[in-house]
């Protein structure tokens, strides 16, 4: 009754909602946003480190088979790219300046997405001795990996002779 008076008195009837409504809505829609954007990113942080440490897992089973048939062999390189052979022109026998070719061209290692240099944004070094060593680790091993941006919490981690994984 009150609502029917008001209305004919001024003209107009409620419908929409007050300003008070709207700014709880859009309070709330900040806090939600709030704590939604930095999970996300950790998450997608998080799978950017798991793609990029399968990738390390590969070059370091590639590494500790070609030291295993070729014991004598020494070379420590960074993967930088994939390596590149013509039809015919594989390696019989690595060296130190084309083991990345061996071991793609022998099937040792399957191809890299890699994107300016990078996979995910982490670099990687190769080496037969297990002294491969990159930035922010604290050891060495038959390959490593690092970000090569800093950006993210997972700097690094590294495969020893043995084909573990640690994280630094």
Request: charged content about 15%; aromatic content about 12%; overall charge positive.
């Amino acid at each position: 009754m009150k609502q029917a008076l008001f209305s004919l008195r001024f003209g107009f009837s409620r419908s929409g909602f007050t300003l008070l409504e709207v700014l709880i809505v859009v309070v709330i829609a900040v806090l939600v946003t709030m704590f939604a954007v930095p999970s996300y990113r950790k998450a997608q942080e998080r799978n950017r480190y798991m793609a990029a440490t399968g990738v390390l897992m590969d070059i370091g089973n590639a590494a500790r088979m070609l030291h295993e048939q070729y014991p004598n062999l020494s070379y420590t390189a960074s993967i930088t790219n994939n390596a590149l052979w013509l039809a015919g022109s594989c390696p019989e026998e690595p060296t130190a300046s084309n083991g990345l070719v061996f071991l793609q061209c022998h099937k040792y290692l399957n191809a890299i997405p890699f994107s300016g240099g990078t996979y995910q944004g982490y670099s990687f070094r190769i080496s037969s001795k297990g002294v491969a060593s990159c930035p922010g680790c604290s050891a060495s091993g038959v390959a490593c990996m690092y970000d090569s941006d800093a950006l993210s919490e997972y700097q690094c981690a590294y495969i020893d002779k043995s084909g573990i994984l640690h994280n630094n």
